[in-house]
């Protein structure tokens, strides 16, 4: 049961530990995603709680990471416009005013992580303030009033901490980094989890909408430096991910323009043909009208008609197969390059799935026990499949606090709309299909109807067996080391045979039974229990 997205690249199924017999994965064999928890290391609790501050052309903003490391959750996000590099052109120096609250910002901040425990901040600062005369200054203001040192990055620099940035959730990912910030505009080649040539540009919107001659001028000054920078990097013609908060706004447009059903930027893909009508329907909409529909802010959408413009030409010049919108950027770049290269190695996803049940499943562990008895149903399956059924066998019991008359629904926002990495969206919605039905037999009238086009029937079929199988496994509760017996699958036959174990057979009761039966017949099948020997 193939999903139709394209998936990243073969290469990437060495990082995902994932491989296609169906036994002996190396994630299995080095530790995970059953075996030892990296994140109990000491190398990965020093990555517990990290605070990175990104002080930008357009906004300054701090990020505090926590949670399991290669995967960590988002423990505070904030973010304030100051526009530092407005006016640069014509001045030469960082906007007064943004200087002004760029300064509160970071005193702000400073605060705060001392308040989260975060440690010493990690604190980067990009064009606006490497290109700007007064930029030492600045520097050396932060630093008597905060005690922050800014590590001001050159163009080169900012390009490889944002590919790592999407290395973070696409471990083993190829192709064009691109990201636009308010100044400057960066591209980077990724390959096999590999940050190759970059280059750095002054395309950011602030600079374009300062160049003298209108649209005309800025169409010349694109192409020509775009031009040059495909002449450094050669040929770009796989995927292109987009970094960056004005790509971001232009993925939101995208999507209301298309009434997608699924409001999560990470991941979102889009075909080249589909970015050159949303960059048309941009040019022909009033700002005011595109903002109120899209929810981008009224700061951000000013800057939305250059980016486009940018974006048109990176389509004509590379001409990339399809797009992927990135959330990780520089700051997730900033933790990645802390991070030991065993950790980086691991699968986010599922790193993020062993974290969530260590710290709220009832039975830490029993997830590993789960996978194994009913991975007999999905043996056949390709790799990427299997690892969604491993990391559904994970959260299968997260949710318990939750009120059982909602435990369904919460299990399926959680899963499709979580800050997860190394997840498309159609296997978001696989994901959270499979743990709704961990807890109810039925999904009518539930929100997934909406979510329905993502998934074509085989898989939503597919989903059900998996959360079905979940939601019998679990009435066999035993300890994160249990033997439950064997579950044979018979495809051709439509037979679906259950020998339990001697510890596992008393638990074999009339809920459990009436559990099993509801598995065959969403196979189609004949239910036939056998007695333990």
């Known amino acids: 049961m193939i999903d139709q997205e394209p998936s990243l690249s073969h290469r990437e199924e060495h990082h995902t530990g994932v491989n296609m017999d169906g036994h002996n994965d190396p994630m299995e064999l080095d530790g995970g995603p059953f075996g030892r928890p990296l994140f109990n290391k000491p190398s990965a609790r020093a990555l517990a709680r990290v605070g990175v501050v990104d ?4 906004s300054v903003r701090l990020v505090v990471f926590d949670g399991a ?37 970071l005193k702000r901040f400073q605060l705060l992580s001392e308040g989260m425990g975060t440690g010493p901040l990690v604190t980067v600062a990009t064009a606006a303030v490497r290109d ?3 930029g030492p200054e600045f520097c050396a203001d932060v630093l008597a009033a905060t005690g922050l040192k800014l590590w001001v990055i050159d163009g080169r620099e900012e390009a490889r901490l944002s590919a790592q940035g999407v290395l973070l959730g696409w471990p083993g990912a190829y192709g064009l980094i691109c990201d636009i910030g308010g100044s400057s505009m960066e591209l980077a080649e990724i390959d096999a989890g590999t940050v190759g040539a970059r280059v750095s540009s002054p395309l950011g919107p602030l600079k374009l909408r300062d160049i003298k001659g209108g649209k005309k001028a800025r169409k010349a000054h694109i192409k020509e430096t ?23 706004a232009i993925a939101k447009i995208d999507m209301a323009r298309r009434n997608y059903p699924l409001h999560v930027l990470h991941e979102y893909r889009m075909t080249p043909a589909a970015v050159r009508e ?38 004509k010049t590379f001409r990339p197969r399809d ?18 290269q065993q950790l980086r190695d691991r699968d986010p996803l599922i790193e993020a799935c062993r974290f969530a049940e260590h710290k709220d499943a009832r ?12 991975q007999p149903l999905f043996k056949s399956s390709p790799a990427e499949r299997r690892r969604l059924v491993r990391a559904a066998c994970l959260l299968h019991d997260v949710s318990w606090r939750a009120h059982p008359d909602y435990r369904a629904e919460l299990c399926f926002d959680n899963a499709t709309r979580a800050n997860l990495g ?7 919605v696989y994901l959270g299909l499979a743990l709704l039905h961990r807890y109810s037999n039925k999904r009518d009238g539930s929100r997934f109807a909406d979510l329905d086009p993502l998934l074509s029937e085989r898989d939503r079929q597919e989903a059900e067996v998996l959360g079905k199988a979940m939601r019998f496994a679990a009435m066999l509760w035993l300890t994160k080391n249990a033997k439950l017996g064997e579950m044979r699958w018979f495809p051709k036959k439509k037979i679906l045979e259950l020998r339990l174990s001697p510890e596992a057979a008393p638990l074999f009761g009339e809920v459990a039974r009436a559990r099993f039966d509801s598995l065959a017949a969403s196979l189609s099948a004949t239910a036939v229990v056998k007695n333990p020997r």
């Open 55 to 58: 002080v930008g052309s357009n």
């Open 69 to 105: 490391a290669r995967s960590p959750a988002y423990f505070y996000n904030e973010k304030i416009m100051c526009a530092l590099g407005a006016g640069m052109a014509d001045t030469g120096r960082l906007n007064p005013e943004g200087r002004v609250r760029a300064l509160e910002a």
């Open 132 to 134: 700007a005369e007064d």
């Open 226 to 248: 775009l031009t040059a920078m495909q002449a450094e990097l050669g040929e770009q013609r796989n995927r292109l991910f987009l970094v960056g908060g004005s790509w971001r």
């Open 278 to 315: 949303t960059i048309k329907y941009i040019a022909d909409h009033d700002l005011d009208a595109l903002r109120a529909q899209s929810g981008v802010s009224s700061a951000r959408i000013a800057l939305v008609p250059h980016a486009a413009e940018v974006l048109h030409e990176i389509l």
């Open 323 to 340: 797009i992927a919108v990135s959330s990780y950027g520089i700051r997730e770049g900033m933790l990645y390059e802390q991070m030991p």
């Open 363 to 374: 039975l830490p562990g029993f997830g590993k026990v789960i996978y194994h008895f009913i």
């Open 422 to 428: 190394g997840l498309k969206h159609s296997e978001r």
